[in-house]
C-alpha cells in the first residue's frame, strides 16, 4: 500500500519558501477571511524569467482556483493588478506613422549604457541620482520590456489583463464583488514624460475584488466616517507608489493592503499573501492586529519579509509607529 505523506498545515504569522501552487494546498480549509495579493505582472521582472505567456496564464489560473477551498465563505480575494500587458507583434499594421513632430525623450537607452559603461560599479540609484530621474525610468530604459517602456512602440499590441482574472475566478466558483481603481501617482513625473503616441501613461492598478458566496457580516464599524468618506466608499483610492523600492523592486504600498484589511476583516482573522514580496501584506496584517500567511517563491524576498516582520515586532503596533518602522527598515535594507 503506497504510504501517503501528510504535510503539515501552514500556521498563521509566516513567511513560507516556496512556490504557491505548491503551499496553497497546504492552508487549512475556509481558514483565510481575505487573501490580498499582486502577483507577477509579466513585464520582464526578474522573478519571471522562467514563464511564457502560457506559463504566466496558466499561473495566475491555477492560483486562482487553489483559494477556492482555504477562503472562508463569505471571504474575499482581492488581486492586485496593472490592467494593461504589452507585446512586440510585427505582424500588426503599424497603429500610425510616425510622429511628424516627435519630440527627443530625454534619456534614452544609449545615454544610460555609455554612462553605466564609464561607471559599471554604479547600480539604478545612482544612475538615477546622476540623471536626475527614477530608478524605476533607469530600469525601464535598461530593460524596456515593461508596460511603460513598450505600450508606445508602433507595434505593440496591447492586451487586457481583467478579462483573464475574471473568468478565472468565476471558474473556481468565486462572484465579481467589486473593483477598486488604485492611482499611483496622481501627478508624478508623468506631466513631464511624453510620448511619440497617442496612448497614455499608465498611472493607475485595478483591484479585482472576488467574493466566496456565504454569510458576509457587513459591519459599518470597521471604519470611522472619515475612512468611509474617503475611501471606504469610493471607487478610486489615491495612494502614492513605493518610491524608493530599494528592497524589493515590485512591492505596492502598505496603505494598500491596509485598507482591504480594514474593509473585509475583524481582529484576528487570517489575511493571505501568496505573492508576499517584500512583506508588505504582513506588515499591514500585523498593524491592523490581524494574523497573516505570507509566501514568495524567492529565497531573498522571504529574507526580506521575515526582516520586515521581525522589525515590526520591536514597535507598538498602529500606523503611527509603522513610519518609524520603515525608516528603520529602510536603513535594513541599505547594508543588504
Ligand atoms: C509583484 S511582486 C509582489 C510584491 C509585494 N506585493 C510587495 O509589496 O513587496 C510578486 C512576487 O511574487 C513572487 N512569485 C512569483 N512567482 C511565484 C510563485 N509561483 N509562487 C510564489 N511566489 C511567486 C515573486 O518572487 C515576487 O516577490
Not at 155 to 176: N, P
Not at 207 to 223: A, C, E, M, N, Q
Not at 258 to 277: E, Q
Request: glycine share 6%.
Amino acid at each position: 500500500m503506497a504510504v501517503v505523506k501528510v504535510l503539515d498545515a501552514l500556521v498563521p504569522n509566516k513567511i513560507y519558501h516556496g512556490d504557491s501552487r505548491q503551499l496553497l494546498k497546504r492552508i487549512e480549509r475556509e481558514s483565510i477571511a481575505l487573501s490580498i495579493w499582486s502577483p507577477p505582472y509579466y513585464v520582464g521582472k526578474e522573478y519571471e524569467r522562467d514563464l511564457s505567456f502560457a506559463d504566466w496564464q496558466k499561473l495566475l489560473r491555477d492560483v486562482i482556483k487553489l483559494h477556492f477551498p482555504i477562503i472562508k465563505p463569505g471571504g474575499f480575494l482581492v488581486i492586485n493588478i496593472a490592467d494593461i500587458l504589452c507585446f512586440k507583434d510585427e505582424s500588426m499594421p503599424k497603429i500610425m506613422a510616425e510622429n511628424i513632430s516627435r519630440r527627443k525623450i530625454s534619456l534614452t537607452k544609449e545615454d544610460v549604457i555609455d554612462v553605466k559603461q564609464q561607471h559599471p560599479d554604479w547600480n539604478r540609484y545612482q544612475l538615477a541620482a546622476y540623471f536626475g530621474c527614477s530608478e524605476q525610468t533607469i530600469d525601464r530604459r535598461l530593460n524596456g520590456n515593461n508596460i511603460r517602456g513598450g505600450k508606445y512602440q508602433l507595434q505593440t499590441r496591447i492586451y487586457l489583463v481583467g478579462g483573464l482574472i475574471e473568468s478565472s475566478a468565476t471558474d473556481a466558483g468565486f462572484y465579481l464583488y467589486d473593483r477598486r481603481l488604485w492611482v499611483k501617482d496622481a501627478a508624478w513625473e508623468n506631466s513631464r514624460w511624453h510620448t511619440i503616441s497617442y496612448r497614455s501613461v499608465d498611472e493607475s492598478e485595478y483591484l479585482y475584488i472576488f467574493w466566496k458566496p456565504g454569510i458576509t457580516k457587513v459591519d459599518r464599524s470597521r471604519l470611522t466616517k472619515k475612512e468611509w468618506v474617503d475611501w471606504g466608499s469610493r471607487g478610486v483610492w489615491e495612494i502614492p507608489s513605493v518610491r524608493s523600492n530599494s528592497d524589493h523592486d515590485s512591492k505596492f504600498p502598505i496603505e494598500l493592503p491596509r485598507r482591504a484589511i480594514k474593509l473585509f476583516t475583524d481582529p484576528d482573522d487570517i489575511v493571505l499573501d501568496c505573492f508576499v514580496g517584500s512583506g508588505t501584506t504582513a506588515l499591514a496584517s500585523l498593524s491592523e492586529g490581524r494574523r497573516y500567511i505570507g509566501i514568495d517563491k524567492e529565497k531573498q524576498s522571504v529574507a526580506i519579509a521575515n526582516a520586515a516582520v521581525q522589525s515590526f515586532s520591536t514597535y507598538q503596533k498602529g500606523p503611527e509607529q509603522m513610519e518609524f518602522m520603515l525608516r528603520d527598515l529602510e536603513a535594513f535594507y541599505q547594508t543588504q
